[in-house]
């Protein structure tokens, strides 16, 4: 396994989940495998749809966004890209917030 994606769309579970990577890569880090998580921000899939379309909504959480946008596929695809090379070996328990900027609160 070489990158664990986990979904969250709240500040809170982005910083969770940045802070779980490292435990599971001290105890499997000597047996050869990587642990490296991808935390987005929130994403623009269909489970989102409903926050997108009302305009209240949409702007309140791209309010607290620096780069203004919901997150797509091309975002974890790259963050995905960037760990997954033998590379990015030399890191481990890296947790990756592909949140476009969110600040932590």
Known sequence: MKAVVHRGGHTLDIESRVAEAPAPAKEWGGRGV????IAPGHVATHDTEALRAAPQHDQA?????PAR???????LAGATVFL??????????IGLPVDGGRPGR
């Open 84 to 93: 997954a090379p033998s590379v990015s070996d030399r890191g481990n328990g």
């Open 61 to 65: 959480i791209l309010g607290r966004i």
């Open 34 to 37: 990587n642990v490296d998580a």
């Open 69 to 75: 946008r919901w997150r797509g596929p091309d975002d």
